[in-house]
């Protein structure tokens, strides 16, 4: 069930919807472009252009100020390329989980996945490893994966799996790990503020080495979700109808789960929690695009990009020289539209 027209994607003629991909890509470079001169320090679209220019050609002496080419190159673009991987990889598994439990108030979070990373980053900071090698990554990264092979292995036992008990169980796991998140919390208050801060997400700490950690999986995950697509769209119509199709419904949606599981596991792990991608921007999508899921993951990725990139550029910039979580300007941005959305089904 959706909340817009499935067809939508049918009023846009055949040459818009091929250029459209590259339309949006030149969109979310000048955007980037805009996001790198915005920030503490200012910094003129001249200057960051030519510091790009003059490090992608290797260039060590570039005539424009330390403290600016170390802005730009080492604190803005790390953040801005991971914002933009992080909200179009949440997007994606959103567009995903909505089609697979064909839910239009799923979003990528009901698995319990991200609660096990923030479990996991909870540990960390309880235990101090955060200070050591293994940081907080890694931990938040283990639980997460835990927490979708304990879903997944509940949801089987007595009962051949379905979308309707993964979703449940999931649902009951998230309840158990937030429970035992807020009693860590309160047995170690002095770590209270670190913990709640992570669990709003945020991009301060990103480097370069983050990004290329989470590169491979997003184009991985995505990859495997485009490879399925067509299945998925079968799927909708129900699991009977597609298993009388040729579609082996439980092998298809055992993959796209854990790969999405996956992807949004290493984004909470590496950004916090950050809601409401998932949920609200594919319904922005279906609104224009419909619901064949190869649209909607292609779309969902360009626009739960722009989406995080403007949200991560006003959560660094609005309270100068302190910085928001961006999860609170996701939240602030989202519901409001998401409300919009359910009156307005409502009412038609």
């Known amino acids: 069930m959706s909340l817009v027209n499935p067809d939508a994607n049918m009023r846009l003629p055949v040459f818009i919807s091929r250029l459209l991909p590259f339309l949006f890509c030149i969109i979310l470079l000048l955007s980037a472009f805009i996001a790198s001169t915005i920030g503490v320090v200012p910094v003129s679209w001249g200057e960051v252009w030519q510091i790009l220019i003059l490090k992608i050609m290797g260039k060590t002496a570039i005539p424009i100020p330390d403290n600016l080419i170390l802005a730009i190159t080492e604190l803005r673009l790390p953040r801005i390329v991971m914002s933009l991987l992080a909200g179009g990889g949440l997007a994606v598994c959103g567009a995903l989980f909505q089609s697979i439990f064909r839910n239009p108030l799923c979003d990528p979070y009901m698995l319990g996945v991200s ?5 996991g980053a909870a540990l960390a900071f309880v235990m101090g490893w955060h200070l050591l090698w293994v940081g907080v990554a890694l931990p938040a990264l283990a639980t997460a994966l835990l927490t979708l092979l304990l879903v997944l292995g509940v949801s089987r036992i007595g009962y051949r799996r379905d979308s309707t008990r993964v979703l449940l169980t999931g649902i009951a796991l998230n309840f158990l790990i937030s429970a035992i998140i ?52 079968i799927m909708q119509m129900g699991t009977d109808i597609a298993q009388t199709l040729g579609v082996n419904t439980g092998r298809c949606m055992l993959l796209t789960l854990l790969f999405a599981s996956l992807l949004i596991a290493t984004i909470v792990s590496i950004c916090g929690v950050i809601g409401f991608i998932g949920l609200i921007i594919p319904h922005m999508v279906r609104l224009y695009f419909g619901n064949h899921n190869k649209d909607l993951f292609l779309y969902s990725f360009f626009f739960g990009a722009f989406f995080m990139l403007t949200a991560d550029t006003i959560a660094r910039t609005l309270a100068l020289p302190s910085e928001l979580p961006v999860g609170s300007i996701t939240a602030l941005a989202g519901t409001p539209y998401f409300l919009y959305l359910l009156l307005k089904r409502r009412c038609s």
């Open 115 to 119: 609660s096990g990373a923030s479990l």
């Open 182 to 233: 807020t009693l860590l919390i309160v047995a170690n208050q002095q770590e209270m503020s670190k913990i709640i801060f992570w669990t709003m997400g945020s991009f301060a700490s990103v480097n370069w080495h983050d990004i290329g950690f989470l590169l491979p999986v997003v184009v991985l995950a995505i990859g495997v979700l485009f490879y399925h697509a067509k299945e998925l769209d």
